[in-house]
């Protein structure tokens, strides 16, 4: 009998926690970032550390995508109950869109005011997008509104992770964790 796999490849697993880690870093650094107040030396480098990793992201997000499409993950546990797999299905789905609509956002926003965003710049890569202060503006708040979205689903995600790893201890955890497939 063919065995089958347990846990997420360690491709699927590397591309998770980076992603992961961005993204957990890039949240304070854009609420920090637009506050009163801070120092202009510290703005100017979390501007230019967000943006870029932003950019950063999406291309991940890109290839994270493509990968899923042609390796699908593996089935969950027997012992997961039917509304935990629609839950996971649904809060895995919206993070899947939120962390495009995020880095595509942004984009737009800065773009659409002609700011720099330095690692394009420095590679030529210009933009195709009007000059314009309404569609920057729309950008905003849906990056905006989108941040708040994407905060309360991860707070979700972690939470049922950390209860698979720490109370179920139902081997959920361990299809992603560690980083590399053992
Ligand atoms: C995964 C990707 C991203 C995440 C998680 C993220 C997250 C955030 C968060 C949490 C804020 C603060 C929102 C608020 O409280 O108003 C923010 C603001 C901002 N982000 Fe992002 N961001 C991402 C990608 C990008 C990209 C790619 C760019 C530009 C290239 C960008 C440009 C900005 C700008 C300019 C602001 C300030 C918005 C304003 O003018 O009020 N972001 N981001």
Same mark, same amino acid.
């Given at each position: 009998?063919?065995?089958?796999?347990?846990?997420?490849?360690?491709?699927?697993? %590397?591309?998770?926690?980076?992603?992961?880690? =961005? %993204?957990?870093?890039?949240?304070?650094?854009?609420?920090?970032?637009?506050?009163?107040?801070?120092?202009?030396?510290?703005?100017?480098?979390?501007?230019?550390?967000?943006?870029?990793?932003? %950019?950063?992201?999406?291309?991940?997000?890109?290839?994270?995508?493509?990968?899923?499409?042609?390796?699908?993950?593996?089935?969950?546990?027997?012992?997961?109950?039917?509304?935990?797999?629609?839950?996971?299905? =649904?809060?895995?789905?919206?993070?899947?869109?939120? =962390?495009?609509?995020?880095? *595509?956002?942004?984009?737009?926003?800065?773009?659409?005011?002609?700011?720099? *965003?330095?690692?394009?710049?420095?590679?030529?890569?210009?933009?195709?997008?009007?000059?314009?202060?309404? =569609?920057?503006?729309?950008?905003?708040?849906?990056?905006?509104?989108?941040?708040?979205?994407? *905060?309360?689903?991860?707070? %979700?995600? *972690?939470?049922?992770?950390?209860?698979?790893?720490?109370?179920?201890?139902?081997?959920?955890?361990?299809?992603?964790?560690?980083?590399?497939?053992?």
């Amino acid at each position: 009998m063919i065995e089958q796999r347990q846990g997420y490849s360690t491709t699927a697993r %590397v591309m998770h926690w980076i992603i992961a880690v =961005l %993204v957990l870093l890039m949240i304070p650094a854009g609420i920090t970032m637009i506050q009163e107040g801070i120092s202009r030396p510290l703005q100017d480098t979390l501007f230019l550390f967000h943006k870029n990793t932003g %950019v950063i992201v999406l291309l991940l997000m890109v290839a994270r995508l493509l990968y899923r499409r042609a390796k699908p993950p593996p089935p969950l546990p027997a012992t997961v109950p039917d509304w935990q797999r629609r839950a996971a299905g =649904l809060s895995h789905g919206a993070l899947y869109v939120l =962390l495009f609509v995020m880095p *595509i956002s942004g984009y737009v926003r800065v773009r659409a005011e002609r700011y720099p *965003i330095e690692g394009l710049d420095a590679l030529g890569i210009g933009t195709l997008l009007p000059h314009s202060k309404a =569609l920057a503006g729309f950008a905003q708040g849906l990056h905006q509104a989108a941040a708040f979205l994407l *905060i309360a689903v991860l707070l %979700v995600h *972690i939470g049922a992770a950390l209860q698979h790893a720490f109370i179920r201890k139902d081997g959920v955890f361990s299809r992603m964790w560690p980083p590399f497939e053992r």
